[in-house]
């Protein structure tokens, strides 16, 4: 199996999912010092460049790659005002976790059937699409049987740590027949809820995920594993970072 990345730790702001990636939203900004710097950038601001890699022509995807990052390390940002035109810079602390997903999608309700297969890996990175069809149902994830459990399929079975393996039992809608898979989860939980908001990757125009790119430059001794969550209430037109 391939190594597990470390946790992956965000900025806390919310831009646009295209280019121009203006800010929507400063949640929670801070420096190098873990001291608060939301007054640092301003609503409408256009981020230029991460670490002086030009995010002009970068999907989210791709931008994701740049800003998620082991904990308490930071991250360069050229900034653009719109009041002025003029850049500026801001150094801005890895604090905020991220939780990533599986590339599937479950009913909500019991039976947890298959909804959509976006993209499944294993444990090697290999794409297991083929070996799960829409209509199947998870009877069992870890070992623990969902007709048991108080089960929410997207907290439980589809989000957790970056890398962390799922084995999922599963029932076939056409034979009737019990079958196992082991996949992780490699995609940024807000990529997977903005393919939820647009009806699966393929639909996604401007969806290019690396799956197994989201490896930051900073060094990952000393990681803070631990309970990682995303951010909530997302929507189709930015996504926090």
């Known amino acids: 199996a391939e190594p597990a990345r470390p ?16 800010i929507l939203e400063v949640n929670d900004l ?10 640092a950038t301003r609503k409408d601001d256009v981020l230029e460049a991460i670490n002086d890699v030009s995010v002009r022509d ?8 740049y800003v998620f990052g082991p904990k308490d390390t930071t991250v360069s940002l ?7 035109q003029r850049p500026y810079y801001i150094r801005a ?19 947890f059937q298959v909804q959509r297969v976006d993209e499944l890996l294993d444990a090697q990175n290999n794409n297991v699409n083929h070996l799960v069809e829409p209509g199947d149902i998870v009877e069992a994830f870890n070992g623990m049987s969902v007709a048991e ?3 929410r399929p997207v907290q439980d079975i589809i989000f957790g740590p970056i890398d962390s ?15 196992e898979v082991a996949v992780k989860r490699h995609l940024p939980s807000v990529s997977w809820q903005r393919w939820e908001e647009y009806g699966g990757m393929t639909q996604d ?8 790119g989201i490896e930051n430059a900073a060094e990952s001794e000393g990681m803070e594993g631990g309970n990682v969550v995303g951010f909530g209430n997302d929507d189709v037109t930015g996504e926090f970072i």
């Open 149 to 151: 459990l108080a089960i």
């Open 7 to 22: 946790a992956m730790y965000g900025i806390g702001l919310k831009v646009a999912d295209y280019p121009p990636h203006s």
């Open 205 to 212: 125009a401007g969806s290019s995920v690396v799956s197994s």
């Open 58 to 65: 970068l999907s989210i995807e791709q931008l994701e790659l």
């Open 30 to 39: 801070r420096d190098e010092n873990n001291r608060s710097i939301k007054t």
């Open 165 to 179: 393996i799922v084995n999922l039992t599963l029932r076939s809608v056409r034979t009737n027949s019990t079958y």
């Open 93 to 111: 602390l890895r604090h905020i976790p991220i939780s990533f997903a599986l590339g599937i999608s479950l009913t909500l309700k019991r039976p």
């Open 78 to 84: 050229l900034m653009v005002s719109k009041e002025t």
